[in-house]
């Protein structure tokens, strides 16, 4: 029970903190963000530091930075068609590791390349989706659908965590988490649900089939990222990505689900709701 209520008083907390800086903006968010992206990549580097696996880090911690930076919505669009300064910032840092490699080659030049990308794609690209989704549509109703991912996760894990305890009976990913159940990821749901429902007619913005359909997605996407930091971390035989919250473990081990959750609920709001 004192785990239990360590782990409940510091969702309550971080969740009172993250809402603080959402409702500030992009003042207070990116400062906030590149915190993060710094602290979930020492996370990261430290896993494969136990594995002797190499990363290029200060490549890590440039391309990060600007990865966060470019996901702002005061840029211009860029030059080309179809693309983004996020993209461009991303091929570079391909480019520019490749380049190292073949400058500067050392012992598995390919497995260096292809973590330190991944750093990239799973922790600051990932993060950029939080500035993203909160100025869509702009910054007064951004601030109400970035609501959404926080609640219905916060939802989800509530849901997940006395669906899993009480009715719990069939493994969902036995051999990613064993403590995840089918039961479980079902409870979340509906938690979910019920609490987007309950959002979005009282903001009167969608459709009880709308905030059904984005329940599915967010749980799913909530779940999958959970059970991705599970995979990864039993890849590289870690049971916490770090220490830093009480009852949560690391950083990583806190932001897994919103990993996921917000770039989902981004990409539902620009396909169904806001389509071109």
Known sequence: METLSTRILT?????????AVVWIGAWAMV??????????LYEYVRMLDRNDIDVRRISLGVFSTALIVASLPVWPHAPWDG????EAVLTVA???MLVMEVVRPGERPLERVVYSMFGLLYIPWL????????YTPDAGDGLLYFALPLL???????????????????????EVSPA???????????????????MTQLARVWSPMDALLYSILVASASQLGDLSESLIKRALRTKDSGRSLPGHGGFLD???SLLFAVPATYLFLNISVFPK
């Open 11 to 19: 969702s309550v907390v971080g969740f009172v903190i993250i809402s």
């Open 31 to 40: 400062p906030a963000l590149l915190v993060l992206s710094a602290m979930g």
């Open 83 to 86: 693309g983004s300064w996020r």
């Open 94 to 96: 391909l480019g520019y």
């Open 127 to 134: 993060l950029g989706y939080f500035l993203m989704l909160r």
């Open 152 to 174: 219905a996760t916060f939802a989800a894990d509530i849901g997940g965590f006395f669906g899993g305890h009480h009715f719990g009976r069939r493994k969902l990913a036995p």
């Open 180 to 198: 995840k159940t089918v039961e479980g990821a079902v409870g979340g749901l509906l938690f979910s649900f019920l609490t987007v429902l309950i």
């Open 254 to 256: 806190r932001l897994d």
